[in-house]
């Protein structure tokens, strides 16, 4: 049974534009949620975090939103650029002594020039 | 500086075989992870150590995979009596611990299984 569910396999945005990458959990016993970028042939490289108890946090062109009653973040991209494309798995960290990560399966975003 | 390395960084095997694949983490970072990715998927938990215990080992799938990390520093999975099914990318983390807030886990670049 996955915890956290990415719906959509992929995603193409012309450059400039937004980019919204969403992610769904059944769990509510999550502290943190985490967003990873990952090109091909590396590992995932961590992007932005946000806590439980916030519903908004903001680093440069990425912002990620918290909806804890529908238990749903969103990543958005604004503006897009090429160097953006990449499969982006969202990922939440359960509470309590674990610091394991439970993700999502990926989103490939694809950002046309 | 230099990340968090893993070799090999392919390795083809036989059905049955043992392998081992090895893991550096960032140096100074006490927390080390390793994970599990199949194709299509996201990155599987398989376990975590906090120095050289093994702080949570919930996710190996069953008693053929083992990891040890002796003297805190690099961590060695070991699978025995591969299975077809085992075949994917192994990704290897690090990171800081301590703290109130989420503590980064830096990946590297894994190492990809095939079981023939």
């Known amino acids: 049974d996955q915890q956290v569910k990415q719906n959509s396999p992929s995603l193409s945005v012309q450059e400039g534009r937004i980019s919204i990458l969403n992610c769904d959990y059944t769990n509510s016993m999550f502290d943190y949620f985490l967003w990873y970028k990952k090109y091909p042939a590396e590992g995932p490289t961590f992007l932005i975090s946000?806590?439980?108890?916030?519903d908004k946090n903001e680093d440069g062109r990425f912002t990620v939103f918290l909806n804890k009653s529908a238990k749903h973040l969103s990543l958005h991209i604004v503006p897009s650029q090429p160097g953006d494309s990449a499969v982006y798995f969202c990922a939440a960290k359960p509470q309590g002594g674990s610091e394991k990560l439970v993700f999502g399966k990926g989103t490939k975003l694809t950002v046309n020039p | 500086g230099a990340g968090v390395s893993q070799t090999p960084s392919n390795k083809v095997t036989e059905k049955g075989k043992y392998v081992e694949l090895r893991c550096d983490p960032i140096?100074?970072?006490?927390?080390l992870y390793w994970y599990r990715q199949s194709l299509g998927q996201g990155p599987e938990f398989l376990i975590y150590?906090?120095?050289?215990?093994?702080?949570?080992d919930s996710g190996l799938p069953n008693d053929r995979f083992f990891a040890v990390r002796p003297e805190g520093s690099v961590s060695t999975l070991k699978i025995q009596r591969t299975e077809r099914g085992d075949s994917a990318v192994y990704l290897c983390?690090?990171?800081?611990?301590?703290?109130?807030?989420?503590?980064?886990?830096?990946f590297g670049p894994g190492t990809r299984l095939t079981v023939l």
């Open positions: 946000i806590s439980s108890i916030k």
């Open positions: 983390a690090s990171s800081l611990t301590g703290g109130s807030s989420y503590n980064e886990q830096f």
């Open positions: 140096s100074g970072h006490t927390a």
């Open positions: 150590f906090q120095g050289t215990g093994a702080a949570d």
